[in-house]
Nanobody, 125 residues
Framework: QVTLVESGGGSVQAGGSLRLSCAAS????????MGWFRQAPGNEREFVAG???????LYSDSVKGRFTISRDNAKNTVYLQMNSLKPEDTAVYYC???????????????????WGQGTQVTVDS
């Protein structure tokens, strides 16, 4: 059984930092593109960042320069370092795996085969 488990969410003041982790199990994910998405109440789930097996990354405009995605293929783990957090970053953050893609990060949710259960991030003003 393939599972993705996020951790590291919580509540912080605006300007603070959090580091999310996503541990994958059930098979090797080293060749998959891994992505982070988020969903705020009343909003659709949106792409935040993605990374290929070789480390090529892509960010949404809203987080570029503040968030950093990385991965440790030996540990089957992907990370999202979030700095300079803003109240509008408040959302449930989801980790996802795009099994079909290897060299290109795709933003659309429909390409991602596996999803974690999500972790809440709350940024207070």
């Amino acid at each position: 059984q393939v599972t993705l488990v996020e951790s590291g969410g919580g509540s912080v003041q605006a300007g603070g930092s959090l580091r999310l982790s996503c541990a994958a199990s059930g098979r090797a994910f080293s060749s998959d593109v891994m992505g982070w998405f988020r969903q705020a109440p009343g909003n659709e789930r949106e792409f935040v960042a993605g990374i290929t097996w070789s480390g090529t990354n892509l960010y949404s405009d809203s987080v570029k320069g503040r968030f950093t995605i990385s991965r440790d293929n030996a540990k089957n783990t992907v990370y999202l370092q979030m700095n300079s957090l803003k109240p509008e970053d408040t959302a449930v953050y989801y980790c996802a795996a795009d099994h079909a893609a290897t060299a290109i990060v795709r933003r659309a949710r429909r390409y991602y085969d596996y999803w974690g259960q999500g972790t809440q991030v709350t940024v207070d003003s």
